[in-house]
Protein backbone atom coordinates (compact mmCIF):
# COMPACT_ATOMS: atom_id res chain seq x y z
CA UNK A 1 0.00 0.00 0.00
CA UNK A 2 3.08 2.61 0.76
CA UNK A 3 4.65 1.69 -2.66
CA UNK A 4 1.21 2.12 -4.56
CA UNK A 5 0.83 5.28 -2.44
CA UNK A 6 4.09 6.71 -3.40
CA UNK A 7 4.15 5.60 -7.28
CA UNK A 8 0.52 7.11 -7.16
CA UNK A 9 -1.03 4.05 -8.15
CA UNK A 10 -4.77 3.33 -7.34
CA UNK A 11 -4.74 0.97 -3.98
CA UNK A 12 -7.80 -0.22 -4.19
CA UNK A 13 -6.57 -2.04 -7.21
CA UNK A 14 -2.87 -3.11 -5.51
CA UNK A 15 -4.55 -4.79 -2.98
CA UNK A 16 -5.90 -7.53 -4.83
CA UNK A 17 -3.80 -7.78 -7.27
CA UNK A 18 -0.95 -8.39 -4.33
CA UNK A 19 -3.88 -11.04 -2.67
CA UNK A 20 -3.97 -12.62 -5.84
CA UNK A 21 -0.17 -12.78 -6.22
CA UNK A 22 0.04 -14.22 -2.91
CA UNK A 23 -2.76 -17.07 -3.34
CA UNK A 24 -1.10 -18.15 -6.63
CA UNK A 25 2.43 -18.19 -5.38
CA UNK A 26 1.06 -19.84 -2.01
CA UNK A 27 -0.90 -22.64 -4.60
CA UNK A 28 1.91 -23.30 -7.01
CA UNK A 29 4.69 -21.89 -6.04
CA UNK A 30 6.59 -25.06 -3.91
CA UNK A 31 5.36 -27.39 -7.11
CA UNK A 32 6.88 -25.10 -9.42
CA UNK A 33 10.24 -24.72 -7.30
CA UNK A 34 9.98 -28.49 -7.19
CA UNK A 35 9.86 -28.83 -11.26
CA UNK A 36 13.21 -26.90 -11.12
CA UNK A 37 15.17 -28.85 -8.19
CA UNK A 38 14.89 -26.24 -5.46
CA UNK A 39 15.20 -28.35 -2.35
CA UNK A 40 17.64 -26.03 -0.42
CA UNK A 41 15.58 -24.35 2.25
CA UNK A 42 17.35 -21.31 2.62
CA UNK A 43 16.20 -20.78 -1.45
CA UNK A 44 12.87 -22.19 -1.65
CA UNK A 45 12.26 -20.09 1.84
CA UNK A 46 13.54 -16.90 0.23
CA UNK A 47 11.27 -17.32 -3.32
CA UNK A 48 8.38 -17.76 -1.90
CA UNK A 49 8.57 -15.30 1.10
CA UNK A 50 9.97 -12.75 -1.67
CA UNK A 51 7.63 -13.14 -4.62
CA UNK A 52 4.61 -15.13 -3.03
CA UNK A 53 4.31 -12.37 -0.01
CA UNK A 54 2.46 -13.13 3.42
CA UNK A 55 0.12 -15.84 1.86
CA UNK A 56 3.44 -17.92 0.02
CA UNK A 57 5.25 -17.38 3.46
CA UNK A 58 2.11 -18.69 5.45
CA UNK A 59 1.93 -21.91 2.92
CA UNK A 60 5.38 -23.18 4.74
CA UNK A 61 3.98 -23.49 8.08
CA UNK A 62 4.67 -27.42 7.62
CA UNK A 63 8.50 -26.36 7.18
CA UNK A 64 9.80 -24.66 9.90
CA UNK A 65 13.33 -23.87 8.18
CA UNK A 66 11.47 -22.43 4.69
CA UNK A 67 9.48 -20.58 6.96
CA UNK A 68 12.12 -18.55 8.60
CA UNK A 69 13.45 -17.49 5.56
CA UNK A 70 10.22 -16.97 3.49
CA UNK A 71 10.13 -14.49 6.20
CA UNK A 72 12.77 -12.70 6.03
CA UNK A 73 12.48 -12.66 2.34
CA UNK A 74 9.16 -11.29 2.57
CA UNK A 75 10.24 -8.26 5.27
CA UNK A 76 13.95 -7.90 3.08
CA UNK A 77 11.63 -7.53 -0.28
CA UNK A 78 9.45 -4.42 1.15
CA UNK A 79 12.03 -2.60 3.13
CA UNK A 80 13.77 -2.67 -0.58
CA UNK A 81 10.99 -1.97 -2.43
CA UNK A 82 10.19 0.95 -0.61
CA UNK A 83 13.27 2.27 0.04
CA UNK A 84 13.72 2.54 -4.08
CA UNK A 85 10.61 3.84 -5.23
CA UNK A 86 11.47 6.81 -2.46
CA UNK A 87 14.21 7.13 -4.49
CA UNK A 88 13.40 10.11 -7.28
CA UNK A 89 15.20 8.85 -9.90
CA UNK A 90 14.07 5.09 -9.73
CA UNK A 91 10.56 6.07 -8.95
CA UNK A 92 11.11 8.44 -11.86
CA UNK A 93 12.35 5.25 -14.33
CA UNK A 94 9.75 2.65 -12.70
CA UNK A 95 6.52 5.35 -13.62
CA UNK A 96 8.22 5.57 -17.15
CA UNK A 97 8.16 1.42 -17.11
CA UNK A 98 4.68 1.69 -16.10
CA UNK A 99 3.48 4.38 -18.43
CA UNK A 100 5.09 2.98 -21.57
CA UNK A 101 3.15 -0.46 -20.45
CA UNK A 102 0.33 1.52 -20.49
CA UNK A 103 0.11 3.07 -23.41
CA UNK A 104 1.66 -0.43 -25.53
CA UNK A 105 -1.74 -2.19 -24.02
CA UNK A 106 -4.25 0.27 -24.57
CA UNK A 107 -3.15 0.56 -27.83
CA UNK A 108 -3.84 -3.53 -28.29
CA UNK A 109 -6.76 -4.08 -30.22
Known sequence: MAVAGLVGA???IAVPVVV??????????AARLASYQVSD???KGLAMGAAAHGIG??????????????????????????????????????LAILVKGAKTTASLP
Do not use: C, Q, Y
Not at 20 to 28: C, S
Not at 74 to 89: E, Q, Y
Open 10 to 12: ETS
Open 57 to 94: TASLTEEPEPLAFAAMGMALTGVMTTVLVTIPPVRAAL
Open 20 to 29: LTGILGANAG
Open 41 to 43: SVS
